[in-house]
Antibody, heavy 120, light 110 residues
């Protein structure tokens, strides 16, 4: 059974960089698939942040692209998100998920999500 | 950019059929995926590629897509189906392709 688990600070100061990691178990990232990040502000809908292939190829939401970096570490079977220059608007539950084949294919396995609050 | 429009809420009595729509310009030419999200939980994929169901999803969940509207249909609605539902597509219409989610629909079981 594929499982994903997000980890990282729950509180980030404005203008700093948000960093999260998603540990994958039950499947080897190097075997394939895309791996993505999605966020959900409190009481609001889902917003896709970006996705990465096991080879390191990435694609990002154009509205966040200038601030986002997604990377993969196949040796640790995990992938990571960095979002720079955060503001209160970046406060959200952040989910990592497996994307079946890129280019907007469905996300079939999701982590439980982690709440990140941006506040001084 | 491409916009997906969902009704904020849909209400249905137990045992009846719920239909949740997702509107978008020529959405019928795209593959639509649907997620169910219960409070405090991660989304769960319930329909993908317009009308396919992942393993473990009841046959009561079905989907269709044509013209400017995609529809998630839940037959014989149960109390446990009460949740938020989101549609998703891939917008490749611009120079900056992206994954797009609808705003979500809250399904209330009366």
């Amino acid at each position: 059974q594929v499982q994903l688990q997000e980890s990282g600070p729950g509180l980030v100061k404005p203008s700093e960089t948000l960093s999260l990691t998603c540990a994958v178990s039950g499947y080897s990232i190097s075997s394939g698939y895309y791996w993505g990040w999605i966020r959900q502000p409190p009481g609001k809908g889902l917003e896709w942040i970006g996705s990465i292939y096991h080879s390191g190829s990435t694609y990002y939401n154009p509205s966040l692209k200038s601030r986002v970096t997604i990377s993969v570490d196949t040796s640790k079977n995990q992938f990571s998100l960095k979002l720079s220059s955060v503001t209160a608007a970046d406060t959200a539950v952040y989910y990592c998920a497996r994307e079946l084949s890129g280019s907007g294919s469905p996300f079939d396995y999701w982590g439980q999500g982690t709440l990140v609050t941006v506040s001084s | 950019s491409y916009v997906l429009t969902q009704p904020p809420s849909v209400s249905v009595a137990p045992g009846q059929t719920a239909r949740i729509t997702c509107g978008g310009n020529n959405i019928g030419s795209k593959s639509v995926h649907w997620y169910q999200q219960k409070p405090g939980q991660a989304p769960v994929l319930v329909v993908y590629d317009d009308s396919d169901r992942p393993s473990g999803i009841p046959e009561r969940f079905s989907g269709s897509n044509s013209g400017n509207t995609a529809t998630l249909t839940i037959s014989r609605v149960e109390a446990g189906d009460e949740a938020d539902y989101y549609c998703q597509v891939w917008d490749s219409s611009s120079d900056h392709p992206r994954v797009v989610f609808g705003g979500g629909t809250k399904l209330t079981v009366l």
